[in-house]
């Protein structure tokens, strides 16, 4: 008997996380959405900055483009080459961005020592990412959160415990 074949990846998985790891959560792709951010979009400079092989650049790229995150042209001043951008969906990514690289700069960079340093243009001041509630605009703090399933919740893979726990939620 032949094992039944499932899509490679989280598409099939009931978790919001999942889906998006899908698409963005190959560490190299976060590290060229970076560098797209940080306004490169010749293929030959994000091949430097990151020092990334060529047919991995190509092949990440390619999975940007599938899902709508890149979008490229050819570059206006050498039709050989190709200009990449970052697509209103690719754009939305800037939080997980910023969350990363506040995370970063807290655990895993020497105190003081951050790369890049954010600046809000309106008062000129550094930065960094803080969760707040979407409605009222409060800061985030886990203990004041409560998680609770949605319309789409199921118990199924990579959620088989997590769709059974927050079921059973009162």
Not at 78 to 85: F, I, L, M
Request: with cysteine.
């Amino acid at each position: 008997m032949q094992a039944k074949k499932t899509a490679p990846g989280f598409s099939n998985f009931s978790c919001s996380i999942a889906r998006a790891l899908d698409v963005v959560g190959e560490w190299w792709t976060l590290l060229i959405v970076r560098d797209l951010f940080a306004g490169m979009s010749r293929y030959d400079d994000i091949r430097e900055d990151l020092g990334i092989a060529s047919n991995m650049l190509a092949a990440r790229l390619k999975r940007l483009l599938d899902a709508g995150i890149v979008e490229r042209d050819v570059a206006p001043d050498d039709a050989r080459s190709w200009e990449y951008r970052l697509t209103p969906k690719g754009r939305d990514l800037y939080p997980v961005i910023l969350s990363l690289m506040a995370w970063g700069d807290k655990w895993a960079t020497e105190p003081g020592q951050q790369p890049v340093m954010v600046v809000h243009k309106s008062c000129g001041e550094v930065t960094a990412a803080v969760p707040s509630c979407s409605v009222c605009r409060e800061p985030l703090a886990l203990a004041d959160l409560t998680f609770l399933p949605g319309p789409g919740a199921r118990s199924g893979p990579g959620t088989a415990r997590v769709g059974r726990y927050l079921t059973s939620r009162p």
